[in-house]
């Protein structure tokens, strides 16, 4: 909404109007993810300013619907994760960790406290708050689960902010800083979910793990491994190979 009000040299709310809107939408090279919330942003203000009796008309009513894209999977590739890994001071090695073998996100990252580590039946757990707050329980690896301990009690990244943890951003920029240029941390997550398909091939299960509230969502995240693409290339050859499989062709009038 700031970025409305600047863009719109900050006209009164009761003036603007559905081309002012459209104009601004179309003026921003942002991510069709973006535009959505943009859109989504700006149609939930103008119809609480009705509700409200702030405005008698809403400007945002016709605003068009931004179409959807599926982007191409990306996932962080393995040398360039172990590379990083390599590198890592310990505390920025366990934040490549948790984004790259548990899926987690960099606001996910930037706020595990010791107390969400829980015994399960069979095995540690970390509770997570994630977006929309939204909880899952992941299992940990005793690998995982020894490199937590390292860094508790308390917030495993500790800070002197108000949240008395690091913030997100200051996670993404640790962690990007020792992958390759263009490789973010959010590509470590897209590794997760490749991986985790690739051994299970569970999209339900990944999707859980991840948090989505949507398989489509979670199918943005999983890149084809070349193994599974040689395997279904070799499968519909081996049917399909006319050396193999004599042709069986009848004339018909």
């Known amino acids: 909404m700031r970025n409305l009000v600047k863009f719109l040299e900050n006209t009164a709310p009761e003036l603007v109007t559905l081309d002012d809107l459209i104009e601004w939408m179309i003026s921003k090279d942002w991510a069709p993810e973006t535009k959505r919330l943009a859109r989504s942003s700006v149609k939930g203000f103008f119809e609480w300013a009705v509700l409200a009796g702030r405005l008698t008309h809403d400007p945002s009513h016709g605003l068009p619907k931004v179409k959807g894209t599926i982007g191409i999977p990306r996932p962080a590739t393995e040398s360039a994760y172990q590379f990083a890994l390599v590198v890592a001071k310990p505390r920025e090695r366990l934040m490549l960790r948790l984004a790259a073998e548990l899926g987690l996100r960099r606001a996910e990252v930037a706020s595990v406290h010791s107390r969400d580590i829980i015994e399960l039946e069979h095995c540690r757990a970390l509770v997570i708050n994630g977006k929309g707050r939204k909880e899952r329980i992941l299992p940990l690896t005793n690998s995982i689960y020894s490199d937590l301990q390292e860094f508790g009690p308390g917030w495993i ?66 890149a084809l491994s070349q193994r599974k693409t040689e395997e279904l290339m070799s499968k519909v050859g081996a049917i399909s190979n006319p050396a193999t499989r004599p042709l069986n062709i009848s004339k018909s009038l």
């Open 157 to 222: 990244f500790p800070s002197k902010s108000k949240t008395g943890h690091i913030t997100p951003h200051y996670v993404g920029k640790l962690v990007s800083e020792l992958l390759p240029e263009g490789v973010t941390m959010h590509k470590l997550r897209h590794r997760f979910a490749t991986v985790a398909y690739d051994q299970t091939g569970d999209v339900l299960a990944v999707q859980q793990v991840l948090g989505h509230s949507s398989p489509a969502t979670t199918q943005r995240y999983v």
